[in-house]
T-cell receptor, first 113, second 114 residues
Framework: GEDVEQSLFLSVREGDSSVINCTYT??????LYWYKQEPGAGLQLLTY?????DMKQDQRLTVLLNKKDKHLSLRIADTQTGDSAIYFC?????????????FGKGTKLSVIP | EPEVTQTPSHQVTQMGQEVILRCVPI?????FYWYRQILGQKVEFLVS????????KSEIFDDQFSVERPDGSNFTLKIRSTKLEDSAMYFC????????????FGDGTRLSIL
């Protein structure tokens, strides 16, 4: 079955850029997503990208997609302490039309003041 | 902004009992989902629901589980004969349909089986 892999931890200084990486195996993925989870909270949709795009920018967030290598990254510019959270990469698999998501284990981002 | 709401936020139940987790999806969404996250593990897909029936389910979603949309707004997950290993965070999500209408998640129900 499909798999999504992420590094587990990332630590950056406040004001620096953060880059969170993700790889996936399903070549039929059509959309790829980034969700943010703060402690004790649910999954907040941050951004998503269609598989025929290479890049998407949304304010401080930049998503890069290398479809050939099945590699997705999320760059957070000017990282703030409020960005400390777990970031999940997910791909969308359309089976029977339901678009279920396959998640990575999540990358815990720690921002050092 | 519309959101998915889940109740209760925390449910504690004795092993062997039945639990019902409740969700109110975003009102104009067509697809409804349940996922679970065992502590320290990945978020895992359980089931998707469309047009008043299950459209897809994972291997986890066995006969112990069932879903229902009893009225126009609620979407429930029932777990019968709960086991210790059912302890997890359960997330409800809804989507408009199509990959370009992403799934929005509720804050989850933390289920603790004693």
């Amino acid at each position: 079955g499909e798999d999504v892999e992420q590094s587990l931890f990332l630590s950056v200084r406040e004001g620096d850029s953060s880059v969170i990486n993700c790889t996936y195996t399903d070549s039929s993925s059509t959309y790829l997503y980034w969700y943010k989870q703060e402690p004790g909270a649910g999954l907040q949709l941050l951004t998503y990208i269609f598989s025929n795009m290479d890049m998407k920018q949304d304010q401080r967030l930049t998503v890069l997609l290398n479809k050939k290598d099945k590699h997705l990254s999320l760059r957070i510019a000017d990282t703030q302490t409020g960005d400390s959270a777990i970031y999940f990469c997910a791909d969308s698999y359309s089976g029977a039309g339901s678009y279920q998501l396959t998640f990575g284990k999540g990358t815990k981002l720690s921002v050092i003041p | 902004e519309p959101e998915v709401t889940q109740t209760p936020s925390h449910q504690v139940t004795q092993m062997g009992q039945e639990v019902i987790l409740r969700c109110v999806p975003i009102s104009n969404h067509l697809y409804f989902y349940w996922y679970r996250q065992i502590l320290g593990q990945k978020v895992e897909f359980l089931v998707s629901f469309y047009n008043n029936e299950i459209s897809e389910k994972s291997e986890i979603f066995d006969d112990q589980f069932s879903v229902e949309r009893p009225d126009g707004s609620n979407f429930t997950l029932k777990i019968r004969s709960t086991k210790l290993e059912d302890s997890a965070m359960y997330f409800c999500a809804s989507g408009g349909g199509g990959g370009n209408q992403p799934q929005h998640f509720g804050d989850g129900t933390r289920l603790s089986i004693l």
